[in-house]
């Protein structure tokens, strides 16, 4: 499948509906993407729908999520203290993440599989660590709050108010800190099984069973696992045999959030064996799906520039898959246009009811056409 990354340039871009003036000032908006606008049928038989990625949303550009998935064990330590000093410095820098951006955080911390409300059986645990405000919900103040009220004993690790489980990159709590560093707070307590990828997928089907998104409709999401191990992180038989793998990772992020433009998973990991880590590796679990959804992987252990880390991994979704979710029920495409250009079967994917473009450029604008038969 081919890319369409600078796809015939300017004169595509003033084709689309967009606020760009000239092609001079493109690089000033991140892009959009609509899924919403409209099908119609035709007297063939055949339906089609028009899908709009790029500029369509002016300067607030295409709306990106990027959730960490934290692990906050007591090895962490070292790391966690770097990741701070990064937070504390992104949180007065307005280049790092793109316009219309937000960020959440999570931890890597798994439930049981028959009661999200309680701890994975090999979690090694003290009372009450089920109201952590991270364990399988993003870190908020009501999160923060009810831990204080259900473990006073150990409140003081969690002496900062939160903020909204998700905030801008630049938002500060009531008392002038960062969000991104009052998410941040941990009792660095050890409990032995960081599975990221589990808990992750567990967060999903919680929030699906709740009735919630998890992400924004149309939003581009990014998740971003910080360890110094990889998924299970212990030595729980349970746990390492019922890893999700990436199209589980994948599957369940549309499933509880239908209509996001595209997904990706960053890692902070270790790349290698380490004696600055020494941790266990666990078969560097977390590169499958960096690897598969052409995410960013940098060593947790020799790393010292959080700050460059955390802008790299911004950076890079610049380039995006997009999937582009069809209302039908699809029998057959019959054709793609990009921008007025028909595509062949080789420039575009189809996984289930949707079309799969690699390479498209969020700073620049795409309407792609879709027309196809249905099953009815």
Known sequence: MRTWSGFLGCAFLLLSISLIGSCNNQER??????????TSLGRGGWTEEIFSFGNGRGELGLPQDYLF???VSVSMK????????AFNDLATDVDTFPVNSRLALTYAMPADPNNFDKLHPSVKSYMGMEYEPGFLRLVDTQGVIRYREKVPTRAK?????ACEPWFQPRAINDDGLGCLLAALQSDLYGYDCESGRTSYVQLNRKKKGQGERLFREGAFVSIIYVSDTHDPGCSSVDLAAHRPNYETLEAETYRTSPGISGFRVNGVVPLKASTVC????????YLNPIT???GVAIDSCVTEDYRSVISKIASSTALVTARFELK????KILTVMVNGRELSPGDYGVDGNRVILSGLNRELSYQIIVRYEQIY
């Open 29 to 38: 908006f991140i892009g959009s993407i609509n899924t919403q606008s409209g």
């Open 69 to 71: 998935v934290m692990d």
């Open 78 to 85: 070292s790391i966690i203290n770097k990741v701070q000093r």
């Open 157 to 161: 690790y969690f002496a900062n108010d």
């Open 278 to 285: 020494n941790e266990a590796l666990w078969g560097l679990s």
């Open 292 to 294: 598969l959804s052409q």
């Open 328 to 331: 039908g029920n699809l029998k």
